[in-house]
Each structure stands twice: as structure tokens, then as C-alpha cells.
């Protein structure tokens, strides 16, 4: 067989995450200040933790340990959503899982674009959390005719990013040097723009009607509005935040730090107020601010089953219920008791969640053990012949974290939206249906099962 003619999606996707990063350091400086202390906690954390260094170094490139997880961006119209899930296509990237945000009183529904299959996680895990603006969530109809107008008039891909689109999908690939291009174009399309596209009164009657419907409307293109990097000790780097400067949310979002962890925990800086100008009908500029960009940070543990997502559910909520995080962060201490004490009831042990049916596992045979045969896994994991390990959560909460959201719209008005969910209009937009990260996840783990299955079967015979 002759080498294919393409570089692959997954590598493609590995320049454009580092092309982004690079890019979003410059645009954003508190941000490059995060991935410095993201890299000195990871490497103080590995020179304390041998063995969590030797598990890493087995499974992982300890090298990319502090590169960026996910970004997030937030579209205006729905071709501009159907053009996006085409240009993360070309870098591996599909829409897995559907996200109401309306839930957590933002008008907006998504998706997140990323990486499906171990190979391709494991090459580059970066994903795209991306919304889309649900304008019939503006009440005021001349409003939101007003920006359904501003947004129809912008083209937020470039003509030779489209042109690469339809070469990649055309061919089946990119060439290196197209691979190139199309990294440079599509890269342009995240980028932040100063410059306003509507006036300044037409600013802030958006932002009264959501501070997040200003932030999509008013630009030219949907900037990037964080990069997440991976930290292997979250609370440290919270606490280190402000002695490099650096303004921390008021508590990390997500469960409390466990032995085992579980789904996803996260916190970030809060957003930066930058220099905006809007053009006034003469043309001449008149200088503002605007507030959305920032910089987080994540760790991921295990993917729960509907059943744990449920008890996930029921516990955060009960500590919330508890201590309601203050934005100020006087009551963040209280929080955090509150928030373990919940969590008690969670089992804390891998075997435990496992056998309560809370999380998903990926089973695989231990060679080791030679003559143990069978068709029950239970007996076979009991005789030692099959290991089960965690499958990493690799989607979001942002309806149980809303904390993230929320924190960086502004810790003052707290705008309510309410809606049902409106998942298939979504996928109607989007040109495809989204992958259901449970059945995912259930399917990775039932096909490692009739793996073991399989190879002790024919062992035995
Ligand atoms: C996306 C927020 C969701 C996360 O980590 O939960 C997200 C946004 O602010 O546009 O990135
Ligand atoms: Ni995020």
C-alpha cells in the first residue's frame, strides 16, 4: 500500500490546538500567566507523586501533560454552526453530547466537538465546546430582529477556508501544505477583533437583554473565549492563582477532590475587561470595554452512568442547597465542607462505584494469570484474570458547573432564561445528529467485556 497522500485529521487538529494556544497567550496575557503556573504545579506535582509519574509515563506523553484540553466559542447563526461541525470534521473532530444552557439561564444550546476513539484522544484530546445563540430567546422583537439583521450580514470563514473545506471533503484529506493553510484560515475565524460591528447603543441594549448575546452579536467573528489547559493538581493551582497576579472564581466547580475521581472539576480566572471600539454612524470610533475572555483549567476523572450522573446530580445540588457559593468567595471554605460532606455518600473506591454500577470500566484480560476461564466476568475479575480501569469522562457539565458561565457574564445581574430542551432543532442546524456520550461510553465498556469474553473463551477450549 502507498502512504497516504493526506496528513492526518488527528495531526491536523494537533497544529491548530497549538496554533491556538499560541495565539490566545498573545491576545490574552493573564493567559499565558495560567499555563506557566499549570506547568510548574504539573511538574511539582510529579516530582512529589512517583508513582502517579510512572502511571502517566506508561499511558501518556508526559511532555503534553500541561497542553490545552478544550476551548469554547459561541456562533450566531445556524450556517454558521452547520459550516463549523465541517471544518472540525476535517480534524476528527464530531458533535458528542447536546447541552440545554437555557437550563442555567443562558440563551444558548451545544455541542462539543472532539475526538472519538482512544487513538485519537490519546494523539490530541482537544475539543470545541461550542454554543449556538438562541435568538427567540430575546424578548423584545425589534431587538432581536436588529440581530438577527447584524448577524446575517457577517461571513465569519474565509473563502480559501471554504475552498479547503470542500478540497478535504472532496479528496477525503489535506495534503500537508493545504493541512497548513487550512490551519491559518480557519485559525483567523477564532481570532479576537477590537473593533466592534454595531454601535454602542446597540451594545448595550444587547448586553441588557443577555451580556452573552452582546458577546456573539457584536463582533465580526465568534473570538475564542477560553482555553482550558490540564492540571494535575486543581487546587493547587487555585490557591497559587493570585500570587501570580491572577483573579480565581470563587471555588472550582464540580465535585470535591476525591481518592477517585469522578467527571469533571474545573475553575478558571475570571474574565479580563478589554478595549473595545464601536463605530458611530459617522464612521469615526468611540472607545468602550468588554468583558468575556478567560482562562481555565480542568481535571478529568471517571465517566459516570446515568445512575451516578443521577446521585452526581442529586449530592451537588444538596450542597449547594447547603452553602450557596458567594462570587466573592467569602463563603468558599464553608462550600468546600459542604461539598465533601455531600459527597460522602458516594463510594470513594473503584470497585465499589463499579459493583453499585455508578461509572463505566474498561475491562481488559491480565496475561499474568494463566488456566482462569469462564463466561461471567465477575468470577473472572474475582479470579484475577481480568482488570477493570476507569474510562475517563471526556465531556462537560456546563449545567451543573454553570458556575463558569455565570462567573465570567459578570457575578452582578443574574439574568434568568427558561426554555425546553430543543435538541433536535439543534441537530436540524448543526446538519447531523450528535453523538450520546452515554451510549458511547456503554459501548466502549460492553465491547471490552466480549473482548475478555472472547480471548478466555477460546483459551478454555
Ligand atoms: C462555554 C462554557 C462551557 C466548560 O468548560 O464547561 C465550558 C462558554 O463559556 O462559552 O467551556
Ligand atoms: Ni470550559
Known amino acids: 500500500m502507498s502512504p497516504s497522500p493526506f496528513l492526518s485529521p488527528d495531526a491536523i487538529r494537533a497544529a491548530f490546538s497549538a496554533a491556538m494556544s499560541a495565539m490566545y497567550r498573545d491576545e490574552v496575557p493573564a493567559y ?41 466559542i459561541r456562533l450566531g447563526t445556524e450556517a454558521e454552526l452547520a459550516m ?45 465546546f461550542t454554543s449556538l445563540l438562541r435568538l427567540d430567546l430575546i424578548a423584545d422583537e425589534g431587538l432581536r430582529a436588529t440581530a438577527e439583521q447584524t448577524l446575517a450580514r457577517r461571513q ?7 475552498a ?50 452582546a458577546d456573539v452579536v457584536s463582533f465580526k467573528g465568534p473570538h475564542i473565549n477560553h482555553l482550558t489547559p490540564r492540571t494535575l493538581d486543581i487546587d493547587a493551582v487555585q490557591d497559587q492563582m493570585p500570587s501570580r497576579g491572577i483573579v480565581p472564581k470563587a471555588v472550582v466547580e464540580g465535585p470535591p477532590s476525591r481518592a477517585c475521581p469522578i467527571l469533571l472539576r474545573q475553575t478558571s480566572f475570571k474574565a479580563v475587561e478589554e478595549r473595545v471600539s464601536f463605530p458611530d454612524e459617522n464612521g469615526k470610533l ?6 468575556a475572555r478567560f482562562g481555565e483549567i480542568e481535571q478529568r ?8 450522573r443521577t446521585l452526581y446530580d442529586k449530592l451537588l445540588n444538596q450542597a449547594r442547597a447547603a452553602v450557596r457559593p458567594a462570587p466573592d468567595g467569602s463563603n468558599a471554605d464553608a462550600y ?23 461509572g463505566y470500566f474498561l475491562y481488559t484480560v491480565d496475561d499474568a494469570v494463566a488456566g482462569a476461564r469462564g463466561s461471567d466476568i465477575e468470577s473472572l475479575i474475582a479470579a484475577g484474570a481480568v482488570r477493570f480501569d476507569a474510562i475517563v469522562y ?68
Open 164 to 213: 479547503l473545506v470542500d478540497k478535504a471533503e472532496r479528496d477525503g484529506g489535506l495534503s500537508q501544505e493545504d493541512a497548513g493553510l487550512f490551519v491559518t484560515e480557519v485559525l483567523d475565524t477564532f481570532r479576537w477583533h477590537s473593533e466592534a460591528s454595531v454601535d454602542r447603543a446597540l451594545y448595550a441594549r444587547l448586553h441588557d437583554a443577555h451580556r452573552l448575546i
Open 394 to 461: 471526556e465531556d462537560f457539565l456546563p449545567v451543573s458547573a454553570a458556575g463558569i458561565f455565570q462567573s465570567n457574564l459578570g457575578d452582578d445581574a443574574v439574568q434568568e432564561f427558561t426554555a425546553s430542551p430543543n435538541q433536535r432543532l439543534f441537530e436540524k442546524a448543526l446538519g447531523a445528529a450528535v453523538l450520546n456520550e452515554f451510549e458511547h461510553y456503554a459501548g466502549i465498556e460492553r465491547a471490552s467485556i466480549e473482548r475478555c469474553l472472547a480471548a478466555l473463551k477460546a483459551f478454555s477450549d
Open 286 to 291: 468611540q472607545t468602550g470595554s468588554h468583558t
Open 84 to 128: 463549523m461541525r465541517r471544518v472540525f470534521a476535517v480534524m476528527g473532530m464530531l458533535p458528542v453530547g447536546y447541552y440545554d444552557l437555557s437550563e442555567a439561564g443562558v440563551p444558548v444550546h451545544s455541542t462539543a466537538f472532539r475526538p472519538v476513539g482512544e487513538t485519537a484522544l490519546n494523539f490530541n484530546p482537544f475539543r470545541v
Open 156 to 162: 465569519i470563514f474565509s473563502d480559501a477556508a471554504v
Open 336 to 358: 468546600r465542607v459542604a461539598l465533601t460532606r455531600s459527597f460522602a455518600e458516594f463510594p470513594d473506591d473503584w470497585n465499589a462505584i463499579r459493583r453499585a454500577g455508578l
Open 32 to 72: 499565558g500567566t495560567l499555563m506557566a503556573l499549570v506547568a510548574d504545579v504539573n511538574e511539582a506535582t510529579l516530582a512529589s507523586q512517583p508513582a502517579l509519574r510512572a502511571s502517566l509515563e506508561a499511558t501518556e506523553t508526559l511532555a503534553r501533560i500541561s497542553e490545552e484540553r478544550h476551548g469554547a
Open 301 to 308: 476523572g471517571i465517566a459516570l452512568t446515568p445512575k451516578g
